[in-house]
Structures are given as C-alpha cells and as structure tokens.
C-alpha cells in the first residue's frame, strides 16, 4: 500500500468557496498569470501566508489540509523558501487536474485566520 503525506494549502474566502462548490474534491489555479501551484508541506507555513497574505488582502484566510499519494507527489519538484519548514511543493497548472484527481479522503478545514493586529504603540 502506498503511503500518503498530507499537504497545506492557504486560501482567500472566494478560494474555499470554490472548494467547497467542487464537494471538496479541487483546487482551481487562483490567477490567470498562475503557472505554478504551491501545496506547503508544513501546516505552520500554510497558516502563515494565509494570516500574512490572505488575511490583509480578503480579511480572513483559511489552511485546509490534504493527503496525497507519496509515491505521486514524488515526480514533483519541492523548494525550501529561507526555512525548513517553508517547503512547499510546485506543481505545474497545467497538470492540476492530474493532481485534483489523486487527492485522497476529505479535505480539512481551519478556522478562519484574521488579519494580524498591528501591535506598534501610538506614541
């Protein structure tokens, strides 16, 4: 039996409605100048982009959690952005619905993540 990993991915409001519209079973490419999408291998680094990127951009950002085969992932290449616990995976567009339809079991949702507060004092 093939092992599976689970992956993260950080979404805008409308991207976890279109998942959700999908019965939880895709990721859409999120812009037309995307070429490549980037599940995180950690679920830290997914919380982070959605808290310091969605958040601010669309008031709230979401994690959602999925497990794929290993042995499909391993055809893909990963990168490591200034951590190791910023890895991700980078899977062309053009093969996204390849990657959709080996996605296993449900998806898992976060809570909402708001915008960070800004804690710099007035003074």
Do not use: C
């Amino acid at each position: 039996m093939d092992s599976i990993i689970t992956l993260f991915k950080s979404l805008s409001p409308a991207q976890l409605a279109a998942v959700v519209a999908s019965d939880w079973r895709q990721f859409l490419q999120e812009a037309p100048q995307q070429t490549i999408f980037y599940p995180k291998m950690y679920v830290g680094y997914a919380e982070q982009i959605a808290k310091q990127w969605n958040a601010p951009q669309y008031s709230a950002g979401y994690v959602v959690g999925f497990t794929m085969p290993k042995t499909f992932m391993d055809r893909y290449e990963t990168q490591t952005i200034a951590y190791e616990e910023h890895r991700e995976y980078k899977i062309p567009v053009a093969e996204l619905n390849v990657f959709n339809s080996h996605i296993q079991g449900e998806y898992a949702s976060s809570r909402p993540l708001p915008r960070p507060m800004n804690t710099a004092s007035s003074g």
